[in-house]
């Protein structure tokens, strides 16, 4: 059974009679990276800021592990770490002193536990440098150890890429997936399309505080998202129209000196190169092409366009 360590049922919010976000609900799965992807400006923060208890909710509830943040704020919270927009971190002290400093108001966190996270981010060489001589990638990655010193089994990071550079961003994704791994369930938000395809399980697409649907990163192989480009050297056209012949049943398309087929069965692919072949026509290469992250998003938030035509499959 797929235990959930976060959900949102019918989550809204209203400021000024202006919706902010409407009737949200999903649900996270433990030991997964959750990401909430969308334009600036569709809701992504507000909802952050709703599950942790920055700011009220209109309607709706969420439960963490099982505890509603309505009624029982504080034990909902027991196991949560979070970041909302930049890492909260004193400059004139030392990383260590930041940490020392946060564990104070946290029960339970022990020494050991302390060089453990300092260990888990890769800080150990400047930990007792003061912050104000961090880069913001190893600002980003001492906040990360702050929201983990209590062990949270939820941590809610929002744009937690935002100023990294290449390096940065590759080691904070090492970083959330050995968590993920260990049993952490991980809500990312962001706007930037190629890294959440690179960094989460799933994602839950927003637009205007509307969920559009829930993507499965790892399940992208549907037959509808695959296409096979053939390279081929000669005529074109002709090769075109010997596969629409003995292949009816195929959308085949063309494009420069490729012939491009929709399909996702590996048969129907070494059958369709064999065609072409005893045609004699010469195949010089054979791609398999699904659709990005960046392509779906796109075609399903209908580039900024109403999204209440549009389904939403909840992948639960």
Do not use: W
């Not at 976060?6 to 009679?17: A, H, V």
């Not at 050995?178 to 989460?200: F, R």
């Amino acid at each position: 059974m797929t235990t959930h360590t976060l959900e949102l049922k019918n989550l809204s919010k209203k400021i000024k009679n202006k919706t902010i976000v409407d009737d949200l609900s999903f649900s996270v799965r433990e030991g997964e990276i959750f990401g909430l992807l969308g334009p600036n400006g569709a809701g992504k923060t507000t909802t952050i800021r709703m599950i942790v208890g920055l700011i009220s909710i209109t309607d709706g509830d969420v439960f963490i592990n099982g505890d509603n943040i309505r009624g029982n704020y504080e034990k909902a919270m027991e196991r949560v770490g979070a970041i909302v927009e930049n890492p909260q971190l004193y400059d004139y002290m030392s990383g260590y002193k930041n940490l020392m400093q946060y564990a104070r108001i946290m029960p339970g966190v022990t020494q050991e536990r302390i060089d453990e996270v300092i260990q888990l981010v890769d800080l150990e060489y400047a930990i007792h440098d003061k912050v104000k001589t961090y880069s913001l990638g190893m600002r980003q990655r001492l906040g990360v150890a702050q929201a983990l010193l209590h062990k949270p089994n939820v941590l809610i990071l929002d744009e937690p890429t935002n100023g990294l550079d290449p390096q940065g961003i590759y080691d904070l994704r090492n970083y959330l997936r050995l968590l993920a791994n260990n049993g952490t369930s991980v809500v990312v938000s962001s706007h930037m399309l190629a890294e959440m395809q690179l960094m989460c399980d799933r994602v839950a697409i927003i637009q205007h505080g509307k969920l559009v649907r829930i993507d499965e990163i790892s399940n992208q192989e549907e037959e509808a998202d695959v296409k096979v480009h053939f390279q081929v050297e000669g005529d074109l056209l002709q090769a075109k129209k010997i596969l629409a012949e003995l292949n009816p049943e195929l959308v085949i398309e063309d494009f420069g000196k490729e012939i491009i087929v929709q399909t996702a069965d590996m048969k129907t692919i070494a059958e369709l190169n064999k065609q072409l072949v005893l045609a004699g026509i010469l195949v010089v290469g054979i791609q398999r092409k699904t659709k990005t992250l960046e392509e779906r998003f796109l075609e399903m938030t209908k580039k900024g366009g109403d999204v209440s035509e549009v389904a939403v499959p909840v992948n639960e």
